[in-house]
Nanobody, 116 residues
């Protein structure tokens, strides 16, 4: 089992920044990828950014150039630095880990609200 604890959400004005953190614990050996998803009211959950164990990253087109995902392997932590936030970034952000055999693990969501 893998446990994920996400934090760092909040309320920010448009143009501001937030940094989300996700700490993994438990059977973390074999995690292939970690990332952040988000879901806004009335919309489907979407991948925001992900980073593989080898450091390869990918981003949703809507956040490219504004968000940066990184990881601290020593602390089993993944960060999502969000800059130039827009009202349309408002959503519940959830940390995800892809483990062996394709098992998905999820942390609790954290609310990000961007006011205009």
């Amino acid at each position: 089992q893998v446990q994920l604890v996400g934090s760092g959400g909040g309320l920010v004005q448009a143009g501001g920044s937030l940094r989300l953190s996700c700490v993994a614990s438990g059977s973390i050996f074999g995690i292939n990828r970690m990332g952040w998803y988000r879901q806004a009211p009335g919309k489907q959950r979407e991948l925001v950014a992900a980073i593989t164990s080898g450091g390869r990253t990918n981003y949703a087109d809507s956040v490219k150039g504004r968000f940066t995902i990184s990881r601290d392997n020593a602390k089993n932590t993944v960060f999502l630095q969000m800059n130039s936030l827009k009202p349309e970034d408002t959503a519940v952000y959830s940390c995800n880990a892809l483990g062996p055999y394709g098992i998905d693990y999820w942390g609790q969501g954290t609310q990000v609200t961007v006011s205009s």
